[in-house]
């Protein structure tokens, strides 16, 4: 179902600590009460936050039909305009982790996680969601490039860092593999990253390869919830809008131009028991 309200992504942290009943301070973000009510219906006991990297929202409605799974989750659950802080990776993850704005976090770079907990005004705000979770007894992990992994150990249940690879198809698919492990493990909570559209929209000057990285995407998200619980919510979000936007912008509509230039990104989100039950 499309949802009008505003929404956010540093609303997904406080709204999955509410579901799961995590405790944590209360960030800037808000909780999502139709989500909230949405997983309270559907007995929701794990949570698959899966990071699409530059799948803005503009850009989903172009690719949909080459991604009939996401096409599936967001028709039978929510599919949000968005709302993202930042352009560039790094601090829109962490918001999405922490609740908080980049201002507030102040996590601009991978080091700055290290840098900012130092600080002992701002490190309750430079905490993720999985670390909250991990201290509430719920198992948590996160898979993402090597660097932010090691940026995460010690802190959380499994920080699995995946080495970058020249073939970002072949990244995303290690990176599915290796979250299927912690899905098979029983992990209540695992977050993601998967980077194919980002790294094509730099380097390519086609299509045709965002579609592929589209596609393949699309068919990683299908393969990671054939090993899903019912008892699942799965969130798929953009942290940014695209990058190169010069290439890929020349014939967009002024729709789709503003949405680019307002940094909306897609959030999908759907139980796995809707999932599999109705399709």
Known sequence: MNSEFDVELIDIAPTIANILKITMPEPTGKINSALS???????????????VDSLGYSLYNHLEHNMPTLSCLASKGFFYKCKSPATTTTPSIASILTGYYPSEHQINFTKDIIIERKKTLSSLKTKSILEWGHQSGIASSLIIEAEGAKAMEGLIDNAIGIPDSKDILEFDAMTKKLSIKEILRGTTLIVLHLRSIDRYAHRSNTWIDIIKAGKSIDTNVHDLLKHLDSNTLIFICGDHTIHSAEKWLINAT???????????????????DEFLNKG
């Open 254 to 272: 002024e729709n789709e131009k503003t949405s680019h230039i307002q940094n909306n990104v897609a959030l999908i989100v759907c139980s796995t």
């Open 37 to 51: 009510n949405y997983a309270q219906k559907n007995k929701v006991k794990k949570v698959l936050v899966v990071i």
